[in-house]
């Protein structure tokens, strides 16, 4: 049993900072890949960053490239997302999974999503 838990959201302004933070524990995939995702009312839940478990490399989707900055932890088995100069469309529940990559695209590999941290941003 894998449980994931994410925190560190709130509200904030435009232009600010939050810092969220992902904790997994339990039974840990044994290819360890993990990232964010955030879903929006009304629509799906999208693929926002991701950092590889073993070289590091970061990918991001376009609408945060340059504001928000993945970092893990693999010894605490945490991942993090600094996000800076927040939008109102950066507003969402935020959740991180274990993810692989099909293709181009990075996918939710694990079925149980916690219960996610919730980002308001105010113009």
């Known amino acids: 049993q894998v449980q994931l838990v994410e925190s560190g959201g709130g509200l904030v302004q435009a232009g600010g900072s939050l810092r969220l933070s992902c904790a997994a524990s339990?039974?840990?995939?044994?290819?360890?890949?993990m990232g964010w995702f955030r879903q929006a009312p009304g629509e799906e839940r999208e693929f926002v960053a991701t950092?590889?478990?073993?070289?590091?490399?970061?990918y991001y989707t376009d609408s945060v490239k340059g504001r928000f900055t993945i970092s893990r932890d693999n010894a605490k088995n945490t991942v993090d997302l600094q996000m800076n100069d927040l939008k109102p469309e950066d507003t969402a529940v935020y959740y991180c999974?274990?993810?692989?990559?099909?293709?181009?695209?990075?996918?939710?590999?694990?079925?149980?999503w916690g219960q996610g941290t919730q980002v308001t941003v105010s113009s």
């Open positions: 999974n274990f993810v692989a990559r099909l293709g181009s695209e990075w996918t939710s590999l694990y079925n149980y």
């Open positions: 950092i590889t478990w073993n070289t590091g490399l970061t």
């Open positions: 339990g039974r840990i995939i044994r290819s360890y890949t």
